[in-house]
């Protein structure tokens, strides 16, 4: 039986049963849950309805993610900023938070073949359960309908849905190079974010405005609003790549790091080390020499990285992963994400007072006070 038939409904109960119940916890914001709630429903439901394939295996393979679980955070962004105006809800809006979800889904089936990533969302990644040529097949189906949504939304939904098309390609471009000689590699690695997460983020906020009539000035906060959070959120997965717990996040420990990607942890190690930091560099040392490269991935992409090693020691690896969580990097790393998300709360000064406003702020918050 494939996952494309079992058409479980994926678990954006994490939403209704647990974000969204610390987000809209006082009285006077269950109205605005109860929206959001059946805009969801609504939301899943375009979902299943528009990726369906009579070709047996293109449906297989496009659900496959879907129906893998997911918060559905950016479809929720559409629908909470479309409450800034006075269209909040239409079928438009609903096929908007789709197209988005679906770009982003598109996305990750690519990223997975990139990363040589092995789980997603607690399932073997689409590309071991097929092939590399199928999973980046399966995403291409999916962007090629994303687009298609967005078409029917108007010349300005498909505009902003190219932009973000292309940053998502340039940010993994990016890195995949490494930063340039002489570039600052800890804002490449936030440029690298902003383009890959926190323009599709920011384009969720961006759509809800658009479509739902609000003022056109709230349409650049909300989008700096979501691209600040898109950045929070992924910093955020730098240190829950450094959690054991991969069966919560659905994820190996240390995965970037066994691929040889240098993530914010690292880099402020590095930054360190170069202050000379000797522990710190010693761990770099090790991190590089013991762990880059130990587990297929990119490192051997770019001449930033190190070589792949032909093998290490397991419980060696466990071991320095678990150093550099310990590690004050990562506590920086994680004083980084609330520096992302207070910019993005900062963006919201234009918005009037209210539920939505305070619900943005909270969900911004929420974002990373995820489990480390
Ligand atoms: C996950 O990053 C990857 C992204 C957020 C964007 C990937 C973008 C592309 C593959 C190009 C666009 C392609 C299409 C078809 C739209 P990560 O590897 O850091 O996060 P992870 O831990 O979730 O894998
Ligand atoms: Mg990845």
Known sequence: MTAST????????????????????KPAERKLKATLDEGLERVEQVLHDQVKYSDQVAATTTTYLMSAGGKRLRPML??????????PVSDALDEAAAAVEITHLASLYHDD??????????VTAAHLRWSNSTAILAGDLLFARASQI?????????????????????????????????ED????????????????????????VLLSDAPAEFRPAMRDFGEAVGVAFQIVDDVIDLSPAADTTGKRAGTDLRAGVETLPVLLLERRAAAGDAPA????????????????????????????????????????????????????????????????????????SGVVKEALREFAQRLVERDF
């Open 6 to 25: 079992s058409a479980r409904r994926p678990a954006h109960g994490a939403i209704g049963a647990g974000f969204a119940k610390q987000l809209f916890g």
């Open 185 to 208: 590699r800890i804002d490449h690695y936030i440029r690298v974010l902003a383009d890959k997460t926190g323009s599709l983020i920011g384009a969720a906020s961006e759509y809800g």
């Open 281 to 352: 560099a010693d761990l770099l040392d090790r991190i590089r020499t013991r762990v880059a490269g130990s587990e297929p991935g990119s490192a051997d992409e770019t001449l930033a990285r190190p070589e792949p090693l032909v093998q290490a020691d397991p419980a060696e690896i466990d071991a320095i992963i678990a150093e550099l969580r310990a590690h004050e990097v990562t506590r920086e790393t994680i004083d980084a994400a609330h520096e992302y998300v207070h910019r993005a709360t900062a963006s919201l000064d234009v918005l009037p």
């Open 150 to 182: 967005f078409s029917y939304l108007g010349a300005e939904a498909i505009r902003m849905q190219a932009t973000v098309f292309e940053r998502l390609v340039l940010g993994q471009m990016h890195e995949t190079i490494g930063p340039r000689e002489g």
């Open 113 to 122: 073949v990139m990363d040589e990533a092995t789980l997603r969302r607690g």
């Open 78 to 87: 559409v629908l909470l900023a479309a409450q800034l105006g006075p269209t």
